[in-house]
């Protein structure tokens, strides 16, 4: 694991470079290296997991003509290094990164595909003086870049780059739209107009003849021949089983994020099933009705793990402005909070950590999958006009609690979410996954925005959703679209970002094993029964019927629990009241620019007097907006 950075198209430049390897510092606090020939010069930080004493980076092929530096993991460079030594090639290190050098001499770019991890990294092939950027196929690790007449600059965080004076900080007006609905911005595009994501399963070439972006990985939802419903359930044990092997390779010891649900719980048990260290387990847990810490710790006392704990309270809110400046760009979600303590829990006791990230998004684990399952079921029966012309008008006028028997939450989100049930319910008569998808994920829909906006100001329009993932052949094309949609940005923009800057941000290593990309691909093969079952409100099944072999059936069995601090609690706090004061002022909220003070103050007193857990998350999204700004565009420095 490690922060990258370079440049090229430039003349020699070790300030810039090294100035840049130091904003990435706490990625890789262990070492550090740079190498320049050239126009083209790599740096990175290094945090040392595999071959620790000797896998300093860059890493160089036998005639130091193709140089590397990685951030990320290969999991199977045990097996890629004893077949490349077989065909002749001479290992200098342990490291797992140097299988990749070996692997362009052997296939060029196109070894990528031989690669099973996360990575991210930057290759430069002295003879071709051709300089490759690459990025993991689910996007686990990130890399950005910016391009101007003849140059390039690329780093792992943003900030990294905002060290050259020639990369505007000019804000991105279709992001800011993009945030607001999504909480995240998804690639891409970043908040900095003229700055980049690599995007998942992508690489970049830049040579004389210029830059070039080719996609070497797609996930496609295909049948493959055919299975019982044994075989597949057997299938998964030994991929499943395979991932967690490679995922716990390393020099230094390996711990885990355990919440005590069925994700985390599976890791860890497969953990205990394959080591015999000590294994040091990790829950995050809040004074709320939700909190699942006595489950963790009942989870770890049954495998024998010592397990530490963190109490998230309404006052850590005070750690947002660290986590912004490590974030690089707002990711609107209170989650981000007891994410970024967990990660510094961990950081006092290893350099690893596992977690169950990716298991819902794979298996259909996330509310909102049942929920637009059952409304395509329904719309499969009745006619659409039923949905937009009956149903939704009735829902205006019931009361909240009797949405209660039919929906699982919009008392909790009050008004806005009767309004919301509405919306769906007129979207879902075309029966489009990718709208009813992007509504039931958003934070401020379309109409909430525009009701926000600044007549005049700098946002652009907003842009219809459209259904991007291309032709399926597949059991349930509906369900597989939608959830092949969660690949284009939730996973590496959303859910996957926010691992790995938390993480990152105290020198800690998140590896995700639900999401190697062999056992992703086998999932994409699986029929939906065997994901979710609606109407039953069974999710996970392949999961929950392997974690029945080595957990007990309560724990197999449990639902999904939301992780995090309620957010209405933050309101009555000193440090929110102080945010809210430094961002959201009238005058503040007019000189941005943005949004209409008006619309911002009468979100600011409805969220005081109803509670309402969408109303503070929609507050709470537009400070941590204003604080990124301040941080990144103004320079303002915040203590």
Same mark, same amino acid.
Request: aromatic content about 10%; hydrophobic content about 45%.
């Given at each position: 694991?490690?922060g990258?950075?370079g440049?090229? %198209?430039?003349?020699?430049?070790? #300030?810039? $470079?090294? @100035?840049?390897?130091d *904003?990435?510092? &706490? +990625?890789g606090?262990?070492?550090?290296?740079?190498?320049?020939?050239?126009?083209?010069g790599?740096?990175?930080r290094?945090?040392?997991i595999?071959d620790?004493?000797?896998?300093?980076?860059?890493?160089?092929?036998?005639?130091?003509?193709?140089?590397?530096?990685?951030? %990320?993991?290969?999991?199977?460079? #045990?097996? $890629?290094? @004893?077949?490349l030594? *077989?065909?002749? &090639? +001479?290992?200098?290190?342990?490291?797992?990164?140097?299988?990749?050098?070996h692997?362009?001499?052997?296939?060029?770019?196109?070894?990528?595909?031989?690669?099973?991890?996360?990575?991210?990294f930057?290759l430069y092939d002295?003879e071709?003086?051709r300089?490759?950027?690459?990025?993991?196929?689910?996007?686990?690790k990130p890399l950005?870049?910016?391009?101007?007449?003849?140059?390039l600059?690329?780093?792992?965080?943003?900030?990294a780059?905002?060290?050259?004076?020639?990369?505007s900080?000019?804000?991105?007006a279709?992001?800011?739209n993009?945030?607001?609905?999504?909480?995240?911005?998804?690639?891409?595009?970043?908040?900095?107009?003229?700055?980049?994501?690599?995007?998942?399963?992508?690489?970049?070439s830049?040579?004389?003849?210029?830059?070039r972006?080719?996609?070497?990985?797609?996930?496609e939802?295909?049948?493959?021949?055919?299975?019982?419903?044994?075989?597949?359930?057997?299938?998964?044990?030994?991929?499943?089983q395979?991932?967690?092997?490679?995922?716990?390779?390393s020099?230094?010891?390996?711990?885990?994020?355990?919440?005590g649900?069925?994700?985390?719980s599976?890791?860890?048990?497969?953990?205990?099933q394959?080591?015999?260290?000590?294994?040091?387990t990790?829950?995050?847990?809040?004074?709320?009705?939700?909190?699942?810490?006595?489950?963790?710790r009942?989870?770890a006392d049954?495998?024998?793990?010592?397990?530490?704990?963190?109490?998230?309270?309404?006052?850590?809110?005070?750690?947002?402005?660290?986590?912004?400046?490590?974030?690089d760009?707002?990711?609107?979600?209170p989650?981000?909070?007891?994410?970024?303590?967990?990660a510094?829990?961990?950081?006092?006791?290893?350099?690893?950590?596992?977690?169950?990230?990716?298991?819902?998004?794979?298996?259909?684990?996330?509310?909102?999958?049942?929920?637009?399952?059952?409304?395509h079921?329904?719309?499969?029966?009745?006619p659409?006009?039923?949905?937009?012309?009956?149903?939704?008008?009735?829902?205006?006028?019931l009361?909240?609690?009797?949405?209660?028997?039919?929906?699982?939450?919009?008392?909790?989100?009050?008004e806005?979410?009767?309004?919301?049930?509405?919306?769906?319910?007129e979207?879902?008569?075309?029966?489009?996954?990718?709208?009813?998808y992007?509504?039931?994920i958003?934070l401020?829909?379309?109409?909430a925005?525009?009701?926000?906006?600044?007549?005049?100001g700098?946002?652009?329009?907003?842009?219809?959703?459209?259904?991007?993932?291309?032709?399926?052949?597949?059991?349930?094309?509906?369900?597989d679209?939608?959830?092949?949609?969660?690949?284009?940005?939730?996973?590496?923009?959303?859910?996957?970002?926010?691992q790995?800057?938390?993480?990152?941000?105290?020198?800690?290593?998140?590896?995700?094993?639900?999401?190697?990309?062999?056992?992703v691909?086998?999932l994409?093969?699986?029929?939906?029964?065997l994901?979710?079952?609606?109407?039953?409100?069974?999710n996970?099944?392949?999961?929950?019927?392997?974690?029945?072999?080595r957990?007990?059936?309560?724990?197999?069995?449990?639902?999904?629990r939301?992780?995090?601090?309620?957010p209405?609690?933050?309101?009555?706090?000193?440090?929110?009241?102080?945010?809210v004061?430094?961002?959201?002022?009238?005058?503040?909220?007019?000189?941005?620019?943005?949004?209409?003070?008006?619309?911002?103050?009468?979100?600011?007193?409805?969220?005081?007097?109803?509670?309402?857990?969408?109303?503070?998350k929609?507050?709470?999204?537009?400070?941590?907006?204003?604080?990124?700004?301040q941080?990144?565009i103004?320079?303002?420095?915040?203590?």
């Open positions: 694991m490690c990258i950075c440049y090229a %198209g430039m003349e020699r430049e070790e #300030r810039l $470079l090294r @100035a840049m390897a *904003r990435l510092r &706490h +990625r606090p262990d070492d550090d290296g740079l190498f320049m020939h050239g126009r083209v790599l740096g990175m290094r945090l040392s595999i620790v004493s000797g896998g300093a980076q860059p890493i160089f092929n036998e005639r130091r003509s193709v140089a590397v530096v990685a951030n %990320g993991e290969i999991y199977n460079f #045990r097996e $890629l290094t @004893a077949d030594e *077989r065909r002749g &090639h +001479r290992f200098a290190t342990r490291s797992d990164v140097e299988t990749i050098v692997l362009y001499e052997e296939h060029g770019i196109a070894g990528v595909q031989y690669l099973r991890g996360m990575f991210a930057a002295a071709a003086e300089l490759f950027l690459v990025r993991d196929r689910l996007g686990i950005y870049y910016w391009q101007g007449v003849g140059k600059l690329f780093a792992s965080e943003i900030k780059l905002l060290v050259s004076d020639d990369v900080r000019e804000p991105n279709t992001a800011i993009d945030y607001l609905t999504l909480r995240y911005v998804p690639g891409p595009q970043t908040m900095l107009r003229n700055v980049s994501k690599l995007p998942a399963g992508h690489w970049l830049s040579d004389k003849n210029g830059c972006l080719e996609r070497y990985w797609t996930p939802a295909q049948p493959a021949p055919y299975r019982t419903d044994g075989e597949y359930h057997e299938r998964f044990a030994e991929l499943w395979e991932s967690l092997r490679l995922h716990l390779r020099d230094v010891p390996v711990g885990v994020y355990l919440s649900g069925l994700d985390s599976l890791v860890t048990a497969e953990m205990a394959l080591t015999d260290h000590t294994i040091h990790f829950a995050a847990g809040s004074a709320w009705e939700g909190d699942e810490t006595s489950q963790a009942a989870v049954l495998l024998g793990c010592t397990h530490h704990e963190v109490r998230c309270e309404p006052e850590d809110l005070r750690w947002l402005p660290q986590i912004i400046w490590h974030s760009e707002p990711l609107g979600d989650i981000t909070v007891p994410t970024f303590l967990l510094r829990l961990a950081g006092q006791q290893v350099k690893v950590v596992l977690t169950g990230e990716g298991a819902d998004e794979v298996l259909a684990g996330y509310l909102f999958h049942r929920v637009l399952d059952l409304m079921g329904l719309r499969t029966v009745i659409g006009w039923t949905l937009s012309d009956v149903a939704a008008p009735l829902v205006r006028h009361p909240i609690q009797m949405l209660d028997k039919a929906f699982d939450y919009p008392s909790y989100l009050g806005e979410g009767r309004r919301r049930v509405a919306r769906y319910l979207m879902a008569a075309a029966d489009a996954p990718a709208p009813m992007r509504l039931l958003s401020f829909d379309d109409v925005q525009e009701h926000l906006r600044a007549s005049g700098p946002l652009t329009a907003l842009q219809p959703a459209t259904d991007a993932s291309g032709p399926l052949r597949a059991h349930d094309a509906f369900f679209s939608a959830l092949l949609l969660q690949y284009q940005s939730w996973l590496p923009d959303n859910i996957l970002a926010r790995d800057k938390m993480s990152m941000a105290h020198s800690v290593e998140a590896r995700v094993p639900f999401l190697d990309h062999v056992l691909e086998f994409l093969t699986v029929p939906k029964h994901k979710l079952r609606s109407l039953f409100g069974e996970k099944i392949l999961a929950r019927r392997y974690a029945a072999r957990l007990p059936a309560k724990v197999a069995a449990r639902k999904k939301v992780f995090h601090i309620p209405e609690r933050y309101l009555d706090t000193p440090v929110f009241q102080e945010f004061a430094r961002t959201l002022q009238r005058e503040q909220v007019q000189r941005r620019g943005y949004f209409n003070p008006d619309a911002v103050e009468e979100l600011l007193r409805a969220a005081r007097a109803t509670r309402e857990f969408v109303r503070v929609q507050v709470l999204a537009l400070v941590m907006l204003e604080i990124w700004h941080m990144f103004d320079r303002v420095a915040w203590t």
